[in-house]
């Protein structure tokens, strides 16, 4: 097989950021469905309306492992404004690309991002 | 870093011997088979030889060997060959194939294919061992049905169906028998003979041959149709110059995989034996698979809640060289049909590796794989939010 | 006895340096090239840099390029996937393919089959030369006319068509262009684009490269059906283990067919002429095929009063390796269809010996072969009831 | 290509026995045609009843050749009537066996040798 993952991927994938739960986390995310192969969890606390940390768990193909490490340390520090914009590009471009085949991958980590922050916005209502 | 290689399943190193044994088929001894010169006439002697030794292995009749590109093309044209003629024949015997629901895709796609064609393909289920139940063929077949083709041994899970009990069946039915042996050759004794075989694939690349050559036993007085038109090599079922070094190639394969067969045999089960032990000893793993009924060389494996391509890659990363059937590591994205077939769930099958063992493996690669592979598959589960322990 | 090849377009030694390029991928670079391990990616890479040395000797991309066993399988592809293609789409084209009546079996068979299956199939006759006529073509064509194809170089009698024409007629009527590049490859300047050509069949054997290998050029856009069924490589064209060793033998054989093109041409094309003007000294000789519209390294000759597998044989027991289109060498006893297709009657063509040089051949040689072929000749002729002079 | 002829075979057509032509032949006996690639004339000297000289000329592949030049090997000094006898499959024995596929060639010898003898009856009549 070609060698489809970038240096970055590789990276991100043997070395993940970011590893682990946050026990009173202010926001959680949980996407995917492990019958297609990939579930990922996202733990976030916020101040100031920003993220302030980040963890994550992920069950899922080296691409889906380095999307949502690279993801935590994208957002860390953001807004949750400027995390909710986050696209499925912006974490492949990153990445350095991915194969197109695995691109759905990327989405884990902003559809996870997302369903965090609104949960986030839901509890200080 | 030492690589080790436990992907043999999936193709093997071509063994020194054979290498050596095809290397004055090049440069020397290159003329075409078919030409009258003396040239033509060793590359002809060459062939006719290594016909003879593929037919050793199997207790059939030089004759009844012929010459193809791999596995894919003898399956392709086993089936298809028997099929077309079939229908040809102003539908002698019907038009219902039985096959089995976890058949490499060579023989699957096949079958599919000839389905859209309108023949009636009946795909049989397998239990959670991966075998064929023979109550269900013999329900399945009707006097419509001319050919039964299932495999010999599963490439994934090594399970070895009752190839003694369909050989029965099909002659009590009179029905046509081809059988998938990528896997089994050089694995297991094989006679065709003795077990009602009409037709048997063979890829020479699994049994440490080169890559680009296969063949097909075609059983004296069955009659098959050719899929490629041309020169009309091979009694006009194989058209296209001779692979002559790659025929030598499988020809010495053959001899060697039948001289060392016994020894290959219980080296091989012994390593699988220890492999598997250990690696069950992993928390929440399970042996795909029968337990007995299974190639020498297989073992494949399910752990809960981590995903086959990352530990794939994982163990790469460490030197070892496995495979999966997960779905993230295939093209349609679909978990292995094998393992959905005996019953795991997806999330389950997308948790499965296959290490399978060959001639140079020893007890120090299953003893790095004991050191490395538990410390990977808790590495992994560390990382999954599907693990709470 | 020192033995002389001239049976160069029956197929060729493997290059030492191929042989070389090749020989790390036996036992080393082995690895499934869809393997996702090190041993996979590997091969995998070996593969895809073997897929732009074939794309740049044709000036198409590596993408255009899919790998096959040989010239057989290509041309069967290359038509049969299109003609099934149309078949499928609702007839989209008609049902009418244009091709010539000198073709190789490959094509020949091919196209013999496809009428057997209703497909409408043109013949195009051709002059005395092997050369189809333009006008006929044109008048060929109708509405329902989706794919012409036309050998680039023949085989027997070296005859290279008009390529270039035909292209402009295929582009003018919106017809695919396949062509059985197989003698041509490395043998003449070949630019799929600048001569319209939609897909173009090559087999490894005949340029110095390994046996059991070839490839089929098919221009972005063209669609086509595979013929096998199974693992989906290639683009789901071409399912089977890919055949490492044999694509990078092929791939090294393009490259140095590149480098060596203009040198290669013009020793072969000296040669050649050297061996057309001693022969044709002989009495009653003719030689076959076009004088200047010819491959380089091709030379085919008729000797009035004598048979060609005689011919052969004499030639042989000197030590000369030759070939001809007698009906008597051949397995259905008719006589070449290409020297009948030129106009020669049934006893001439008896009479045809074929010398085809390559990269080994020497000016001593074509020495050699003038000292013994007149003697040979006489011989023969002092033997037959219809040599009376 | 497999060595498809015998010793035997190869020894007769490389070295062909009685080949030539008698310009007082008592019987001469052309077969074959060169549309299908092979044609012998025959020609024979006859002596109380026997066949006493035979020269041949053939047109033809190496299994012609060899079965004419067997052929007038083994009927010379036989009896008309005995060489009237001679099969194609005595000629293909004594060469030691001809592929199938060149059987037929066998035939052309005792086809022209017959044509020959009844040559040779009609003129003495
Ligand atoms: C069981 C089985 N059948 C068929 C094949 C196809 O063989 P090949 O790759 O030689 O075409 C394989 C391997 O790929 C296999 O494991
Ligand atoms: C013009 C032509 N086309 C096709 C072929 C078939 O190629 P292969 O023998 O590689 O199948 C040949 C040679 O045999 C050929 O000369």
Chains 1, 4 share one sequence.
């Not at chain 2, 050559?213 to 009659?223: N, P, S």
């Not at chain 2, 089960?269 to 793993?285: A, F, Q, W």
């Not at chain 2, 769930?345 to 290490?355: I, T, V, Y």
């Amino acid at each position: 097989m070609a060698d489809i993952y970038t240096e970055k991927v590789k990276d991100h994938f043997f070395n993940p950021r970011n590893v682990g739960e946050i026990k009173d986390a202010d926001g959680v995310g949980t996407v995917g469905n492990p019958t297609c192969g990939d579930v990922m969890t996202v733990y976030i606390k916020v101040k100031n309306d920003k993220i302030k940390d980040i963890k994550f768990k992920t069950y899922g193909c080296a691409a889906a492992i380095a999307s949502s490490s690279i993801g935590t340390e994208i957002v860390k520090g953001k807004t949750l404004d400027e995390a909710m914009k986050l696209s499925r590009d912006d974490i492949a471009n990153e990445l350095g690309g991915l194969p197109a085949i695995k691109m759905h991958c990327s989405n884990l980590f902003s559809d996870a991002i997302r369903k965090a922050i609104k949960d986030y916005r839901k509890r200080i209502k | 870093m030492k690589r080790i290689y436990m992907d043999y399943s999936a193709t093997t190193p071509v063994d020194k011997e054979v290498i050596d044994e095809m290397a004055p088929y090049f440069g020397k001894y290159f003329g075409n088979p078919s030409s009258i010169h003396s040239f033509g006439r060793d590359a002809y002697d060459a062939i006719e030889k290594s016909r003879s030794k593929i037919a050793d292995i199997l207790n059939a009749d030089a004759d009844e060997i012929i010459f193809t590109s791999g596995g894919t093309e003898s399956d392709n044209l086993g089936i298809m060959g028997v099929a077309y003629l079939n229908k040809d024949k102003r539908k002698r015997k019907g038009n219902n194939i039985i096959t089995s629901s976890i058949e490499h895709p060579a023989v699957l796609e096949t079958c599919k294919y000839l389905e859209k064609q309108g023949f009636n393909i009946k795909y049989l289920p397998v239990d959670k061992y991966g075998l064929i139940r023979i109550e269900d063929l013999e329900e399945a077949i009707s006097k419509d049905t001319f050919l039964i083709t299932i495999m010999y041994a599963n490439n994934e899970i090594g399970t070895i169906e009752p190839i003694n009990e369909i050989g029965k069946i099909a002659n009590k039915y009179d029905v046509l028998f081809h059988t998938d042996g990528v896997q089994a050759v050089c694995k297991t004794p094989i006679d065709v003979k003795k077990l009602n075989i009409d037709l048997l694939s063979i890829s020479s690349h699994k049994i440490y041959g080169p890559k680009g050559v296969g063949a097909l036993y075609i059983r004296k007085g069955v009659k098959i149709r050719s899929l490629t038109h041309g020169g009309g090599q091979e009694k006009g079922l194989r058209s296209s110059t001779y692979n002559t070094t790659g025929i030598v190639g499988l020809g010495k394969a053959c001899e060697l995989g039948k001289i060392r067969l016994k020894e290959d045999m219980s080296q091989l089960k012994y390593l699988r034996d220890e492999l598997i032990k250990n690696t069950l000893k992993i928390e929440l793993s399970y042996l795909n698979g029968h337990p007995i009924k299974r190639l020498v060389n297989n073992a494949n494996f399910c752990f809960e809640a981590i995903e086959g391509e990352s530990l794939n890659m994982m163990l790469d990363e460490k030197g070892i060289a496995s495979a999966t059937g997960s779905a993230c590591s295939s093209k349609n994205l679909q978990a292995s049909h094998v393992l959905t077939a005996i019953g795991l769930n997806p999330e389950k099958a997308h948790g499965s590796l296959r290490l399978t063992l060959g001639r140079e493996n020893t007890e120090r690669d299953i003893k790095y794989i004991d050191n490395v592979l538990p410390d990977v598959v808790e590495n992994l589960r560390k990382l999954s939010p599907l693990w709470d322990r």
